[in-house]
């Protein structure tokens, strides 16, 4: 089984290089599902980061990361875009998430270095560095862009709240508070309902977990609307979609288990399912 990465919009995942003198390795305890793990650091995942790509909600850049960069194209102008940060730094380690907010002013990028980035895309200038705990493996932004929320490699999600902000002043001292917990497993993708009411989260262990989002998210999210079950695999992917005459939005799944699915989020009903003969790491509505 490959192991699942997060994808914010798209992924790209190329081989996993196998080294040229093995004996130069640190102590290797172990090698499964494609990954290395080497003793110390926590058992620190050694494989090669995925690129990420997350296109602007109407067009005007793309955003790319690829290891601990960040690349951003002007799709207007043609050209390429340097981001700025003067507080932090830039990404120190490989980058597992990006994404951009709904009405395309905020980019939000985390990772392997523990930093959650929120750059403003007037300037592509870092507005706001939050540290956190655990490496990042998924982040997601509110509707409105007054939260932003991130996934951890122990499975828990945090929130941090943007109300305050400004395009033209840095956030000082944000720090993220825990709103929910998957209980060990990682949490693989993060999506908001586009109705703002859920936040949907999915994990390793093959589990949708549907929350309800509260008015007042920094004292925790402790409603769970439902779990969609159905997947045997790591669920690597989620995205909503609207069809006509439904009321609701419908939630697209990918999987390991080969398998797209499509359900309805407000009582967990497994609508559809498409065999596609392949692992499923990302998905994209057209």
Sequence with gaps: MTDPTPSSVRAFKGPISEPKNPKKLPCLSQMSDGILMEEGEGNRETEVAPALLAVHPFDKFVAVSVGAELRIFDLQGGYSVLVKDD???????SIRAIRFSAHGKLLVSAGDDKLVKIWTTDSWCCTTTVY????????A?????????????????????LTDYSENQALVNKKAVPILAHYCSIITTLEFSPDGRFLISADRDSKIRVT???????????????????????????????????????????????????????????????????????????
């Design 141 to 161: 932004i509110t509707n409105d862009s007054h939260f932003v929320c991130f996934a951890d490699k122990f499975g828990v999600v945090w929130v941090v709240d």
């Design 212 to 286: 309800v989002f509260p008015k007042k998210p920094l004292v925790g999210a402790h409603e769970i609307q439902r779990f969609c079950l159905g997947h045997t695999e790591f669920v690597s992917c989620l995205a909503f979609v609207s069809i006509p005459d439904c009321h609701e939005a419908l939630l697209v799944s990918g999987s390991g288990d080969s398998t797209v699915r499509l359900w309805d989020v407000t009582d967990g009903t497994l609508l559809d399912t498409c065999e596609v003969g392949t692992e499923v790491l990302a998905v994209d509505l057209i």
């Design 87 to 93: 507080s932090a730094g830039l990404h120190k380690d």
């Design 132 to 139: 956190s705990e655990k490496r990042v493996s998924a982040v």
